[in-house]
């Protein structure tokens, strides 16, 4: 994660199922559902004045971290997540056992 990003708090925003990173006021999220043990993340956006920036990447790093400190498991729909879990291949260990899209060739 570029340091720029490390001080940004994630926010979990339940009202609108996102994940949000809040950058100079533009709004990077990743959208969910949850279950009692399980997030599914869904999909990731992120503005146009935050692409390129590395802040969807950071927010997908936040996100990870928040999903395994609470204790929960991962389904990764969301292709940018995917990729970057395909990428980092120890955030595996808090995927749900269920996904089997890693054992595919594709997604």
């Known amino acids: 994660m570029k340091p720029e990003f490390e001080n940004i708090p994630l926010i979990k925003n339940q009202e609108n199922f996102h994940f949000e990173l809040n950058v100079d006021g533009n709004i990077a999220f ?11 993340l869904i999909h990731t956006e992120s503005p146009p ?5 590395g802040a ?23 292709p940018f997540v995917f990729s970057y879990i395909n990428s980092h291949p120890a955030w595996k ?15």
């Open 56 to 78: 969807a990447t950071a927010l997908v790093e936040k996100t990870l971290k928040w999903v395994e400190e609470h204790g929960m498991k991962l389904v990764p729909l969301c």
């Open 30 to 40: 990743i959208r969910f559902s949850e279950s009692e043990h399980i997030i599914t």
């Open 93 to 107: 260990r808090i995927v749900h056992q269920s996904f089997k899209g890693f054992d595919e060739k594709e997604f």
């Open 49 to 53: 004045a935050l692409r390129g920036s």
